[in-house]
């Protein structure tokens, strides 16, 4: 037992002697600040509750979700860490606050207790707050947190119709459904909006002998559909893609006039290519061709850089 | 008024009630001056939010449906249908905000003040793993409501967790129920949710309330270090 343990246990019981009785003494003020919270958390519960969005769709994989709110300082940190490194933010750096956390109190023994007097843990509390605040504000008011999260509604009806008439009984997105049809997000980016519109009018005359059902579709109908084929194909991206695209790309490939001439000219690429095509190649390009001299980008760019990228190369199509 | 006092004092005779009366509530606590007193109060606010998120969850599990297929319909029942669902839907979902504030704001008075100073080192190695047990709370219910955000978060914190080095991949899929999110991943977060982690929560702050009191509340703490007086 260090010196000081006996007397502070000694001086701790004297003061216990002339303290107040447990009840009401603290009692009192426990109830009031629960209580308090009862009237907040009921108002809260009343008022804001709890919302519940659209049943969950394994097959959207744009969906970005935000993170609860306390949780939102550590997205801005993983946008610190680009590529391998984000694992050290995302595991490595709470596994090490959690085990600072065990073990303080073998790590700080001394018998102050004053906040003054331990100028180093409070200074290190501090600083984590005001980290903590500037990064969920950060995180709350910088517009690139979630770039694909913008979801055009004639999409998002789109697809609601996509699942009302069961079209995944023939086709398949994102590897989940049938197999008579195409998978439509390999497919559907190599065709004009005009074309879709037409074959859904009826697919027997653009595509003579096909099963697929002509269904007797409302115009409105037929341009969310589109409008979701189209998303498929390619769908927002942000003004960061295009920088991405500078920093990573350009010494080997050209957009218009910018660019090398290593890999080829990548001008046009949406009319000959689909976006999960564009992205599964810069993930791996060994994956499509393997001989490919290319270097693969999954790990050295975020999925969402990646995803990015793919929509802009995607909506290229040479008329620029 | 004398048969209440026999009633008692019968009640007394088999149980101890007064002992325990007098270990729990009678016993005194060193004299916090002013605002600082209002600190103490954050620890039994844990208790309080944690004992409104099991009620409100006990409620909730009456109706609700660990499929995927059925998941989200019997939450939307919940919130339409049964009589003040919506409500209790609203007082769990911010009771789980509230839970992760106030435990985090006890954590803050008990650090600034270094009340984790001998002897009470354990009560607050107790404490952090409590906090696991809220952080992991919070993750696995909010998979429950199985809609967009909850199936694609959940999904992210996986794959974070797969980013783990070495063992990541594993834990993704203890995590998952297998290699894709789905029926298993739900049942076991489901059971998680509402045995595992309520079982664990309840011991641990037992354990955690029992050195509390067998320790006795910190004093506030001093600039200066006052050395015992001599009476
Ligand atoms: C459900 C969660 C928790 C409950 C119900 C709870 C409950 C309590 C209560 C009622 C007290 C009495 C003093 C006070 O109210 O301040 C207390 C003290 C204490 N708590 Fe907690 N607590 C929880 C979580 C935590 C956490 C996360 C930590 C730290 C990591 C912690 C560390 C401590 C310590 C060290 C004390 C002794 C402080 C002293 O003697 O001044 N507790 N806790």
Known sequence: ?320 | MRNNRRLLGWLDERTGLKKIWETLFARKIPESKGSVAWFYTLGSACLFVFVVQVITGVLLAMNYVPSPDHAYDSVRFIDKQVFLGHFLRGLHKWGATFMVVVVLLHMLRVYFMGAYKYPREVTWMMGVVILLLVMAFSFTGYLLPWDQKAYWATAVGANIAGQTPVVGSHVAKILKGGEEMGVATLTRFYALHVLVLPILTALLVGIHLFLVVWHGISEPPEKTNRQIESN
């Open chain 1, 1 to 320: 037992m260090s010196a000081w343990h006996e007397e502070y246990l000694k001086r701790y019981a004297q003061l216990k002697e002339r303290g107040r009785s447990f009840f009401p003494y603290a009692v009192f003020k426990d109830v009031i600040v629960s209580f308090l919270l009862l009237c907040v958390l009921s108002a809260l519960a009343y008022f804001v509750g709890a919302e519940l969005g659209d049943l969950a769709d394994p097959t959207d994989t744009t969906y970005n979700p935000r993170p609860e709110w306390y949780f939102m300082f550590l997205f801005q940190v993983l946008k610190l860490f680009p590529g391998r490194l984000e694992a050290v933010a995302a595991v490595v750096l709470p596994v090490l606050v959690v085990l600072f956390l065990f073990s303080l109190p073998l790590i700080d023994r001394g018998r102050e207790r004053h906040p003054s007097r331990r100028p180093l843990l409070t200074g290190i509390a501090l600083m984590t707050i005001i980290a903590w605040g500037f990064l969920t504000w950060k995180g709350y008011t910088s517009p690139l947190t979630n770039p694909i999260v913008e979801k055009d509604p004639l999409v998002l009806a789109g697809h609601r119709l996509y699942q009302e008439l069961k079209c995944s009984y023939c086709h398949s997105i994102g590897g989940q459904g049938g197999l008579v049809g195409p998978e439509l997000d390999k497919v559907v980016g190599d065709q004009t909006e005009e074309w879709l519109g037409k074959h859904f009018r009826d697919p027997q005359a653009l595509s003579p002998g096909t099963v697929m059902p002509k269904l007797n579709l409302l115009g409105d109908e037929i341009t969310i559909l589109v409008a979701y084929m189209k998303s498929l194909g390619s769908g927002p991206f942000t003004e960061e893609a295009a920088k991405l695209f500078n920093e990573n790309c350009t010494t080997c490939h050209r957009i218009g006039k910018e660019g090398g001439d290593v890999g080829p000219n990548l001008s046009a690429i949406g009319s000959v290519r689909s976006k999960s095509y564009i992205k599964s190649y810069i993930e791996d390009p060994s994956r499509a061709n393997n001989s490919s001299s290319m270097p693969a980008y999954k790990g050295q760019l975020t999925d969402i850089q990646i995803e990015d990228v793919a929509r802009y190369l995607a909506s290229l199509k040479g008329n620029k």
